[in-house]
């Protein structure tokens, strides 16, 4: 459930939340110290936990949320896209835009085709399953 997706300086997200059969809203990026996150996944903690995990030292960034599952992106203030994952691991994303999460295979085609990264979560929106609310975006 989720999408997240960055270009050219934009990072983008739905605000769709579910859990026990109940949808629910809520941000899902977030600009910090010139860096900008997005996060997904399934029981994630909220996004303020998420960026105290991000902006704590290594060790307790390995160690906090191993047992939940999510992804976040992370674009650093010199445009370097990275995805973490629960257990604290990174990777440099080598492409010039990028998503993540259930509506990230629409958002991906949606950039291919030239669209930027408010318009790709848009059309997540409309079409993939798991993803709904209204877009929300920050730039660097």
């Not at 160690?63 to 992106?73: R, T």
């Not at 993540?100 to 079409?127: C, F, N, P, T």
Request: proline share 1%; net charge neutral; glycine share 12%.
């Amino acid at each position: 459930m989720t999408c997240i997706a960055y270009r050219e300086g934009t990072l983008a997200g739905d605000t769709l939340w579910g859990g026990q059969g109940l949808k629910s809203y809520d941000v899902k990026v977030a600009k910090k110290k010139g860096f900008l996150i997005g996060m997904c996944g399934n029981d994630c903690p909220s996004l303020d936990d998420i960026l105290d995990w991000y902006f704590e030292d290594e060790k307790k960034r390995k160690e906090e949320f191993k047992k939940v599952d999510f992804a976040i992106i992370v674009v650093d203030p010199e445009g370097i896209i990275w995805e973490w994952d629960n257990r604290g691991l990174a990777h440099k994303v080598r492409h010039e835009f990028y998503a993540i999460g259930s509506g990230a295979h629409v958002a991906l085609g949606a950039m291919e085709m030239g669209a930027d990264a408010k318009q790709a979560v848009k059309a997540a929106i409309k079409w993939a399953d798991g993803c709904g609310g209204k877009v929300v975006s920050k730039s660097q």
